[in-house]
Each structure stands twice: as structure tokens, then as C-alpha cells.
T-cell receptor, first 117, second 113 residues
Framework: ETGVTQSPTHLIKTRGQQVTLRCSSQ?????VSWYQQALGQGPQFIFQ???????GRGNFPPRFSGLQFPNYSSELNVNALELDDSALYLC????????????????FGPGTRLTVL | QKEVEQNSGPLSVPEGAIASLNCTYS??????FFWYRQYSGKSPELIMS????GDKEDGRFTAQLNKASQYVSLLIRDSQPSDSATYLC?????????????FGAGTRLAVHP
């Protein structure tokens, strides 16, 4: 196990609702990245948090937002849920200087399975 | 062209054989490459990382990198049924001053007794 934890494990919501997913990073790690993995696809980068700020963002709309706390844990919030938001949401932690380059290795938590009805 | 491409499979090999998984990527500036294994319903688990051209061996696994050809591969020797999983190739790309992992869609490996 990686030491990265996520909650909840599973979640069922209806279209239009809002959801908050949580992640605790591995001890010693200061960066959290969030990914969405639809069935049969590879994980897609949503955004990354470093020092409590969004450090980069993938091609996801603004209704996907996040936070990072002083203890490096993180939240992913999704507003106005759509059916296509049904996926496995993965959190990955790493230890980084926050600058581009380097060889940051990311370790994944167990994921949260979100189903939108 | 996708940023990271893998054959979706399934790749079927007999127990004890060598499984060869391949991946190509588009960003010539990428410096870090990773292989993750993902069992059905579980999260990705890091198997190997490679940063320099050539081979890197870890137990039954060997990662190979050729930056000139923008090609990464993973060899699994003495394949076991427990190796049956989806293998994800991930490339660390630098974008806007930060690192992000770009994944292929994964290759499904089936090892049959």
C-alpha cells in the first residue's frame, strides 16, 4: 500500500448535485494530483495542488475545483454533476519542489467510485 | 495523434512466457516514464520508473526506453496468472511550469495457465 488514502470509497449522486471527495497524501509528500478514470480508459489529469495552490490544470471545466490544506491533504469538488462524471476518481501524492522538470513519482490512493444517476 | 499510445489488447500469453508491452509518446521533451499495473476495480500501482535510455531491470520486470524513437516498453519474464491486469504507460510532461502524468489507455494482459 502507498499510504495515500481516499474517502469515500463509493458514492452515488444524482444529476445536478454537488460532491466532495477527499484525499490524504503519503507522509512526506507535499503535492497532490487528481485524475478521472472512465471505464476502459487511462486516468485523465484534472489538476495538481502544491503549497495549497493549484499548480496546473487539465482540460476540465471550472465546475471541477479543489483545495489543499496545510497538512497537504486535498479535496476535489464537482458541482452540477453530469452523467459523464461517473468515473473512478484517483488521488496521487508526490514529493516535489513544485517546479517543472525533475522525476516526481506519483503514488495513487485506492480511488473513489462515483456514480451519477 | 494521442500523447501516449498503447495497444489495448488483450495480450494473451501462456504461463511462463515473456509478455512484451509497448508504448509510444509524442512529447520529445519528456524525461520521466512510468509503468503502472491496474487490477480490475483497483487503483494503479507503480511497477517501474525509467529516466535514461536503455534497460532497467527489477526482478521479473524490465523497462526499456528509447527517447530517439519516443518508445517505452515493459517486459515481464516468467509470466504468472497473477500478472493478468491492465498495464498503464505514463509519461511525465512539463506543461506551464509543472509536471503532469499523461497516461495511455492501457494494455490488458491475460496470462493463461
Amino acid at each position: 500500500e502507498t499510504g495515500v488514502t481516499q474517502s469515500p470509497t463509493h458514492l452515488i449522486k444524482t444529476r445536478g448535485q454537488q460532491v466532495t471527495l477527499r484525499c490524504s497524501s503519503q507522509s512526506g509528500h507535499n503535492t497532490v494530483s487528481w485524475y478521472q478514470q472512465a471505464l476502459g480508459q487511462g486516468p485523465q489529469f484534472i489538476f495538481q495542488y502544491y503549497r495549497e495552490e493549484e499548480n496546473g490544470r487539465g482540460n476540465f471545466p471550472p465546475r471541477f475545483s479543489g483545495l489543499q490544506f496545510p497538512n497537504y491533504s486535498s479535496e476535489l469538488n464537482v458541482n452540477a454533476l453530469e452523467l459523464d462524471d461517473s468515473a473512478l476518481y484517483l488521488c496521487a501524492s508526490s514529493s516535489t519542489s513544485g517546479r517543472a522538470g525533475g522525476t516526481d513519482t506519483q503514488y495513487f490512493g485506492p480511488g473513489t467510485r462515483l456514480t451519477v444517476l | 495523434q494521442k500523447e501516449v499510445e498503447q495497444n489495448s489488447g488483450p495480450l494473451s500469453v501462456p504461463e511462463g512466457a515473456i509478455a512484451s508491452l509497448n508504448c509510444t509518446y509524442s512529447d520529445r521533451g519528456s524525461q520521466s516514464f512510468f509503468w503502472y499495473r491496474q487490477y480490475s476495480g483497483k487503483s494503479p500501482e507503480l511497477i517501474m520508473s525509467i529516466y535514461s535510455n536503455g534497460d532497467k531491470e527489477d526482478g521479473r520486470f524490465t523497462a526499456q526506453l528509447n527517447k530517439a524513437s519516443q518508445y517505452v516498453s515493459l517486459l515481464i519474464r516468467d509470466s504468472q496468472p497473477s500478472d493478468s491486469a491492465t498495464y498503464l504507460c505514463a509519461v511525465n510532461m512539463i506543461s506551464g511550469g509543472y509536471n503532469k502524468l499523461i497516461f495511455g489507455a492501457g494494455t490488458r494482459l491475460a496470462v493463461h495457465p
